[in-house]
């Protein structure tokens, strides 16, 4: 059972196993820093930890910034390397595509995950979650807890990231009929919890109607719930999609009213297996859609729901 107290969360990575071959290389390119991101933290263990049991030499890197600017050379810096094949959640629908397609020319295989570009061409797989239903699962979940009544804002990101884009798009939708007005997708550009609980406070004061908030990434959740405490708002309710050991904590203890759980630790395990597959001669699963999960302080110390919580750390290194 989950303590209501923050929790560390640790995955040990056993030994690789043994083979006389020369082993697979490949090379694991994240859309964000892992530094503060548990979603990335979480998949890239997981990751590391399926590589390990098929015997696959990983490396992996994350740029500065959530910007194109900031992953591209790192993208870059992984193909100068020539790995057998690259895992790559792109920060841009579009932008990194040439890059990747002439990396392909040179013999290079790519999988995407998380974030899927418009154009998956020549791609070997991709692993996602449907972010759209994301978004309505925390529509319907808030709409609850406000009692199906008052107007309710999205605190999100600079648009044009994919999964965010979709988490919106579905929480507009899952409004639609529950009683809840959604009024405005509040961008938090430098997503940091400080920014994200001026831009809730000043939400707060321009709509005394406002009762929720949607906590795209955790910035969001964590700036609102502090807005709502240092302005004595009453009746506030707020959901998140990040399962961290501080929205773990706020489940338990009733500051947070649900979470929807993304599948970070089987999407790192699903994406080794299927580059694995593809390199091997085996068959690969072309597009993989994986399913999220509402969680709730009734289920939150569930078996069915252990595999959502984020670790905060992975030994041995990421």
């Not at 773990?248 to 929807?260: A, P």
């Amino acid at each position: 059972m989950l303590a209501t107290a923050a929790v560390s969360v640790t995955m040990v990575v056993g030994p690789a196993a043994a083979s006389t071959k020369k082993p697979f290389r490949m090379a694991l390119v994240a859309v964000a820093p892992i530094a503060g991101n548990p979603f990335y933290l979480t998949l890239q263990c997981y990751a590391k930890q399926e590589a390990h049991k098929l015997g696959i030499k990983l490396t992996q890197d994350n740029p500065t910034a959530q910007t194109v600017q900031a992953q591209l050379p790192v993208l870059q810096a992984a193909i100068a390397t020539k790995p057998n094949l690259i895992l790559l959640a792109p920060d841009d629908a579009v932008a990194l595509t040439p890059t990747v397609l002439q990396a392909m020319k040179e013999g290079i295989k790519f999988l995407y995950f998380d974030q899927i570009p418009t154009n998956t061409k020549g791609a070997v797989s991709q692993l996602s979650y449907n972010a759209v239903a994301a978004g309505v699962a925390d529509a319907k979940a808030l709409a609850k807890a406000m009692g199906n009544t008052g107007d309710a804002d999205s605190i999100g990101i600079t648009p044009g990231i994919p999964t965010v884009d979709g988490i919106v798009q579905g929480f507009q939708q899952g409004l639609q009929g529950t009683g809840v007005t959604f009024k405005t997708a509040l961008q938090n550009p430098t997503n940091s919890a400080v920014s994200a609980t001026s831009v809730a406070e000043a939400a707060m004061a321009a709509d005394p109607n406002l009762k929720g908030f949607l906590g795209v990434v955790a910035p969001g959740a964590d700036g609102a719930e502090t807005a709502i405490a240092q302005t004595g708002a009453k009746g506030v309710s707020v959901v998140s999609n990040f399962t961290d050991y501080e929205q773990i904590s706020q489940i338990n203890n009733g500051s947070l009213s649900s979470l929807v759980g993304l599948p970070a630790g089987p999407m790192g395990t699903e994406a080794i297996q299927q580059a694995y597959n593809a390199l091997a001669g085996k068959k690969v699963t072309k597009k993989i859609v994986l399913p999220t999960a509402t969680i709730t302080k009734a289920n939150i110390g569930t078996k069915a729901i252990q595999k959502y919580l984020y670790l905060t750390t992975c030994a041995g290194g990421v």
